[in-house]
């Protein structure tokens, strides 16, 4: 393990300059962005030479004040100042949970200070805010009539409306075969990432006419298919009669609303986020946080700007369409930083992905707890 050295300032006149203290905040750092429990917790070791053991204090946003002890064991410091002929205290370590108010969007700022009977360190000062995703309500009689990219309703009921068109415009084919080779080819993908597991409770978003509902179904407990399109959900529930497991969730484009709080084990999403705008693409992964039970996972895939394969459909969707007559529906790819960074915004953890030199980027990761 690297030791790290923080470096506060001395708030002036209280710092003894004679004090021999020093310190590190392990985590979190300077941001954190966090969802549900939100709660926040701080670590790190504080070793007093000369002064009376340290204590940290916490200021938080309302004003309010609490000391923490420095008193758990941390051998690994003790061994880092022992190769500097230094002795330092093995109690020298702290660890505190903090609770954040849940306010959503704002920062919340509290502040930690390192004390002991001579020194005070400078305030650092650790943000969190709270990604409670966005919810729309929908009401069909005062919508206005629009063909805009965020009307993913309008857009894909009307590439829906008898099975077959539905197909070629979730697949480009309509062959039954291939529905079912290109499927197991997705649930390897899905078993060599999030895995499936006999007892998982799993939900697709965007799932077209169902076209992974065969596959996936026999191997877990239950699969929920979510669709903006009342079409699409309608075909799927036409090739699924014969699953006793599967069940059908009109969704409106952007949220989970329909879905409750800690219900689902593995949510992906697959071949929809090129369709999506980033702030909902963003906001399906904020509310899978919510919808997945603490443990559960997520799964989101799209074309690889950074790949060569993704670079050239993006050249090829420039040069085939005048700025003006884009298709609302048209491909807009993703790089793997943005997924990443979009899972680990909403608070996921063991965030991984692959990215080879095809069209695809997969990305995924697990919810705390
Ligand atoms: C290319 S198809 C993929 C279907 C399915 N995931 C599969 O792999 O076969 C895209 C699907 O996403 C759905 N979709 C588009 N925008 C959506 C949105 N904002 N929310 C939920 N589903 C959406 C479409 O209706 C369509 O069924």
């Not at 491909?331 to 953890?349: D, I, V």
Request: aromatic share 10%.
């Amino acid at each position: 393990m690297t030791i790290q050295t923080a470096t506060l300032p001395r708030t002036d006149g209280q710092g003894s300059t004679t004090s021999s203290l020093e310190f590190c905040f392990d985590a979190p750092h300077q941001w954190t962005f966090i969802h549900k429990p939100r709660r926040v917790q701080f670590s790190g070791w504080a070793a007093s030479f000369d002064d009376g053991p340290a204590r940290i204090l916490v200021t938080a946003a309302d004003g309010s004040r609490t000391e923490h002890a420095v008193s758990l064991e941390r051998p690994d410091v003790v061994a880092h100042f022992a190769s500097q002929s230094r002795d330092a205290p093995l109690q020298c370590g702290f660890a505190f949970e903090l609770e954040i108010p849940a306010e959503r969007g704002a920062d919340y700022v509290v502040q930690l200070e390192v004390v002991n009977d001579s020194f005070r360190s400078g305030p650092a000062e650790f943000r969190a805010r709270d990604f409670v995703s966005m919810h729309w309500e929908q009401n069909g009689a005062e919508r206005e009539a629009d063909t805009s990219r965020g009307n993913y309703k309008d857009t894909w009921n009307a590439v829906s409306d008898n099975e077959n068109s539905a197909k070629i415009s979730v697949a480009g084919y309509t062959d039954e075969a291939e529905f079912e080779r290109t499927s197991k080819f997705t649930l390897q993908v899905l078993q060599n990432s999030v895995g499936v597991n006999a007892d998982d409770t799993i939900l697709e978003i965007g799932c077209g006419v169902g076209r992974m509902a065969h596959t996936l179904s026999p191997l877990c407990q239950r699969w929920i298919g979510a669709d903006v399109s009342e079409n699409m959900l309608e075909h799927a529930r036409a090739r699924t009669g014969d699953l006793a497991n599967v069940d059908f969730q009109p969704l409106n484009g952007w949220d989970l609303s329909a879905i409750d709080d800690r219900s689902i084990d593995m949510v992906y999403c697959t071949v929809v986020f090129m369709h999506l705008d980033e702030w909902d693409r963003f906001n399906y992964i904020c509310e899978a946080m919510r919808v997945l039970r603490p443990g559960g996972r997520l799964y989101v895939d799209n074309y690889n700007l950074l790949s060569r394969e993704g670079w050239d459909f993006f050249m090829k969707n420039m040069l085939d369409y005048h700025p003006l007559q884009r298709p609302a529906n048209i491909s807009k790819s993703s790089t793997p930083q943005e997924l990443c960074h979009f899972l680990s915004m909403a608070g996921f953890e063991d965030i991984d992905h692959h990215a080879g030199d095809d069209m695809w980027v997969y990305a995924w990761g697990r919810k705390p707890g």
